[in-house]
């Protein structure tokens, strides 16, 4: 999603290696926001991507081990899916930003998350700022996760605080259950950041003209 509000997204596309980079080519060059499943995949061969088997021998094995009881249990901070995502300020203050996931792993076919979900995954208002999150994609979607904190700080609050007040609406909808994790980042257009989950062990990285900074994420809960 860039400075202007343009967006692109590609879902359910299987044998591509990089996703995001067919979701910057749908908004780049097509009228729509997003593609999936069979016209996504057709969509990258024809912008030159190249077909790719993704699934490794031990991917396989740890699938069919997994079919002996089928449970959907994701748990907390092990990493069964890979959720990355980007916020970038530059000189100017223009701001954007990207996510890109494997989603859950050992979903039901055609489970779509928060990643792709513009506002749920990602939101970026250049005259605000952005958010992204990662975790348990259902909990976000829910919220609407990242599209409230963009608003929560076109309110007045700080990133970091939109980001508390992001992952306590999460809370406040599952009093009974918060065995899942869920971080939230996000940032301003003074390029002042936030971070923030449910369970400790969420890190996320800042990167300045100084270096690197890893930043553990204050946790709703701290146990
Ligand atoms: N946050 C990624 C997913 O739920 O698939």
């Given at each position: 999603m860039d400075k202007d509000g343009n967006c692109g997204a590609v879902l359910a596309m299987q044998n591509i290696a990089n996703p995001i980079s067919v979701a910057r080519k749908v908004m780049e060059e097509t009228?729509?926001?997003?593609?999936?499943?069979?016209?996504?995949e057709q969509f990258a061969y024809e912008q030159g991507f190249e077909k790719t088997n993704l699934l490794t021998e031990e991917s396989k094995q740890a699938w069919e081990e997994?079919?002996?009881?089928?449970?959907?249990?994701?748990?907390?901070?092990?990493?069964?899916?890979?959720?990355?995502?980007?916020?970038a300020i530059d000189a100017d203050g223009e701001i954007a930003g990207a996510c890109t996931t494997s989603g859950m792993a050992y979903k039901m076919a055609g489970r779509v998350?928060?990643?792709?979900?513009?506002?749920?995954?990602?939101?970026?208002?250049?005259?605000?700022?952005?958010?992204?999150?990662?975790?348990?994609?259902?909990?976000?979607?829910?919220?609407?996760?990242?599209?409230?904190?963009?608003?929560?700080?076109?309110?007045?609050?700080?990133?970091?605080?939109?980001?508390?007040?992001?992952?306590?609406?999460?809370?406040?909808?599952?009093?009974?259950?918060?065995?899942?994790?869920?971080?939230?980042?996000?940032?301003?257009?003074?390029?002042?950041?936030?971070?923030?989950?449910?369970h400790p062990g969420f890190t996320y990285r800042t990167y300045t003209k100084e270096g690197h900074v890893n930043n553990p994420s204050d946790s709703y809960l701290k146990s």
């Amino acid at each position: 999603m860039d400075k202007d509000g343009n967006c692109g997204a590609v879902l359910a596309m299987q044998n591509i290696a990089n996703p995001i980079s067919v979701a910057r080519k749908v908004m780049e060059e097509t009228p729509h926001v997003m593609l999936a499943g069979k016209g996504a995949e057709q969509f990258a061969y024809e912008q030159g991507f190249e077909k790719t088997n993704l699934l490794t021998e031990e991917s396989k094995q740890a699938w069919e081990e997994w079919k002996k009881t089928s449970k959907y249990k994701p748990i907390i901070n092990i990493e069964n899916h890979d959720t990355i995502g980007m916020l970038a300020i530059d000189a100017d203050g223009e701001i954007a930003g990207a996510c890109t996931t494997s989603g859950m792993a050992y979903k039901m076919a055609g489970r779509v998350g928060d990643s792709p979900i513009i506002g749920a995954g990602l939101f970026v208002d250049n005259e605000v700022g952005g958010a992204t999150a990662t975790g348990v994609g259902e909990e976000v979607v829910r919220t609407v996760g990242s599209f409230l904190i963009v608003e929560l700080m076109r309110q007045g609050k700080l990133p970091q605080e939109a980001c508390e007040e992001g992952v306590k609406r999460i809370i406040a909808k599952n009093k009974d259950k918060q065995d899942f994790q869920i971080g939230f980042i996000a940032i301003n257009k003074k390029g002042e950041t936030g971070g923030y989950c449910i369970h400790p062990g969420f890190t996320y990285r800042t990167y300045t003209k100084e270096g690197h900074v890893n930043n553990p994420s204050d946790s709703y809960l701290k146990s």
